[in-house]
């Protein structure tokens, strides 16, 4: 069975920093793109950004409005991805769920989904 | 503003059949595969349909997805009290990478 746990979520002050885990179990973890996804209180969903997996160059992109302050990282050795966060803002405050990623290209256009999610963990941005 | 334009509410009655706009551009919808996300009150997402129009397994026929164009939609039918949920679309964009609808809220009535 395909689990995602979420962790280190909790209340931080504007500026400061903070790093989340999701710890993945029921597959094999280095096969698979993994997600950060965010919910403001009351809002909807908010793509964060996708580390890639290591046949693709683990390599990373992020949404304009986390670019150069937040980073997803992974340690296939650990089934765990990561997501560091500096000089939060109050607007970051929200739920944050991993994701499993499923993707291909296809001739007609690219296939990309998140097939699981975890329970989410909440951050909290205030002074 | 989301750059995936969902109606922000939509209800029908118990038995009936309800649909789901999800309206883009061809920078994302035109060009891509669109999938769907049920959040029941309280708990994470859910993948409710992928590539248009497919079904993970354990998710029941009565769910149903199609695209046409620069939006895609997703159907209920045989609504139950227990669909009551927040829908999203979301798709690939060549330009924001991965893009999310607004939200649908359901309302069984």
């Known amino acids: 069975e395909v689990q995602l746990v979420e962790s280190g979520g909790g209340l931080v002050q504007p500026g400061r920093s903070l790093r989340l885990s999701c710890t993945a179990s029921?597959?094999?973890?280095?096969?698979?793109?993994m997600s950060w996804v965010r919910q403001a209180p009351g809002k909807g969903l908010e793509w964060v950004g996708f580390?890639?997996?290591?046949?693709?160059?683990?390599?990373?992109e992020y949404a304009a409005s986390v670019k150069g302050r937040f980073t997803i990282s992974r340690d296939d050795s650990k089934s765990i991805a990561y997501l560091q966060m500096n000089s939060l803002k109050t607007e970051d405050t929200a739920v944050y769920y991993c994701?499993?990623?499923?993707?291909?290209?296809?001739?007609?256009?690219?296939?990309?989904?998140?097939?699981?999610w975890g329970q989410g963990t909440l951050v909290t941005v205030s002074s | 503003q989301s750059v995936l334009t969902q109606p922000p509410s939509v209800s029908a009655a118990p038995g009936q059949k309800v649909t789901i706009s999800c309206s883009g551009s061809?920078?994302?919808?035109?060009?891509?595969?669109v999938s769907w996300y049920q959040q029941l009150p309280g708990t994470a997402p859910k993948l409710l349909i992928y590539d248009n129009n497919k079904r993970p397994s354990g998710i029941p026929d009565r769910f149903s997805g199609s695209k046409s164009g620069t939006s895609a939609t997703l159907g209920i039918t045989g609504l139950q009290t227990g669909d009551e949920a927040d829908y999203y679309c979301g798709t690939w964009d060549s330009s924001l990478n991965w893009v999310f609808g607004g939200g649908t809220k359901l309302t069984v009535l």
């Open positions: 061809s920078s994302n919808i035109g060009n891509n595969y």
């Open positions: 994701t499993r990623d499923q993707g291909d290209y296809y001739g007609s256009g690219r296939s990309y989904y998140f097939d699981y």
């Open positions: 580390i890639r997996s290591k046949a693709y160059g683990g390599t990373t």
């Open positions: 029921g597959f094999t973890f280095g096969d698979y793109a």
